[in-house]
């Protein structure tokens, strides 16, 4: 008797289990339906819809050898939200990727660069020309660069000032990635050294007709964006170079998060600063990405936006941004494709979006860590 209630009880716990990993899969992967301001901890759920599909799958696998019918649990869920893993995981085996470009295609590229590794380019000089060279070797048309460095002021590059504080002007990078066209956006207060900006640059081989930068409350790095309008041929493109808000993890943060624990009071405080950014981050992305959709839809061309969303691609951000637009890996890329270097390799949060004008021919991520980001690139061709 003793043993079959048991029996019963564990039974009844695992499917209760299983129907709330279900019900928390499918709100991860439906997040964009959440409101920030009311349901920021579903964003938490989208963060980890990769890890609650394992979840169900160990289900479905428990349930196909103990009790067949129970499994009807993760089969369903699994189906309903079989678009959003589509996104995360498209199902293709291999994606070849030719460095040598037709020329028909516009090669875009997108790449969180962290500063060009200005803070430390005097210990390791040779990551900048290491970067540089990356970018010169794939030969991108279209340069889309977040949390970009360099200066735009022109100096004497004969005086001792110049050589003790100046990183790449516009200028020399504008010159080594032969790409004579660029619009460099950047807020004075977070200057580096003397006469270097911190901001967002699109470059371009193709002629810019137009460049606008956007702003909106509360007026800091997160909250600006910036579009150029670029011309190829006969055709006229509107290029979108986003950033949207990071979690601002210290390395406090992140040494907790690889080793959480609440068995002190001090362990719960580091819990709290950790959950407290990601409501902020949550909350943040969510109206950047709103402003950013208005001005997309504003857009008289076709689109392409480029930039690091720190989001991943079943999250209010990526669905709202990528509303009616294709995004290159989902079209070319395979695996998880992930884009940020640390903290878990589920983070595929760079990206390059198009209006459907386009068809995308090939995709790529170079896996070379010279920043924290990889940078993504994509072959696209507009349709006639």
Not at 113 to 127: G, I, M
Not at 312 to 318: C, D, G, I, K, T
């Amino acid at each position: 008797m003793p043993k079959s209630i048991f029996r019963r009880l564990s039974k009844k716990f695992m499917i209760t289990v299983n129907s709330l990993v279900a019900v928390c899969f499918l709100m991860g992967c439906y997040g964009k339906f959440f409101s920030a301001y009311k349901w920021w901890p579903v964003s938490l759920l989208s963060l980890g819809a990769f890890y609650l599909l394992i979840l169900l799958l160990l289900f479905l696998s428990f349930w196909i050898f103990i009790k067949p019918g129970w499994s009807f649990i993760s089969i369903i869920a699994i189906a309903l939200a079989f678009s959003p893993i589509s996104r995360i995981i498209p199902f293709r085996l291999n994606a070849d990727f030719s460095i040598n470009k037709n020329p028909f295609n516009i090669r875009v590229m997108s790449w969180n660069v962290a500063q060009f590794d200005v803070l430390y380019n005097k210990r390791s000089p040779e990551t900048r020309d290491k970067m540089v060279d990356l970018i010169n070797e794939y030969q991108p048309d279209i340069a889309c660069f977040q949390e970009m460095v360099a200066g735009d002021t022109l100096v004497n590059l004969n005086t001792p000032y110049y050589r003790k504080y100046s990183f790449f002007s516009v200028y020399e990078f504008s010159a080594k990635l032969k790409m004579p066209y660029y619009f460099y956006t950047y807020d004075f207060r977070d200057d580096f050294l003397n006469h270097q900006h911190f901001g967002t640059m699109i470059f371009s081989k193709y002629p810019v007709v137009k460049k606008q930068a956007l702003s909106f409350y509360p007026y800091d790095y997160n909250s600006n964006f910036q579009y150029a309008d670029i011309v190829k041929g006969t055709d006229t493109i509107r290029v979108f170079n986003i950033h949207l808000q990071s979690m601002k993890f210290s390395q406090g943060n992140l040494s907790y998060i690889e080793n959480p624990s609440i068995e002190s009071k001090q362990d719960l405080q580091k819990s709290k600063s950790v959950i407290d950014k990601f409501k902020t981050a949550f909350i943040k992305r969510k109206v950047q990405a709103d402003h950013i959709r208005a001005e997309i839809d504003k857009s008289p061309y076709p689109v392409i936006v480029c930039g690091d969303l720190n989001d991943v691609p079943n999250s209010y951000a990526y669905q709202t941004i990528g509303d009616n637009l294709q995004n290159a890996f989902e079209e070319k890329g395979t695996g998880l494709g992930r884009t940020f270097t640390g903290i878990a390799p589920t983070l595929r949060i760079d990206n390059i979006f198009m209006s459907k004008a386009f068809t995308v021919n090939q995709y790529c991520r170079v896996t070379k860590k010279l920043s924290d980001h990889f940078p993504v690139i994509a072959d696209i061709v507009k349709e006639k």
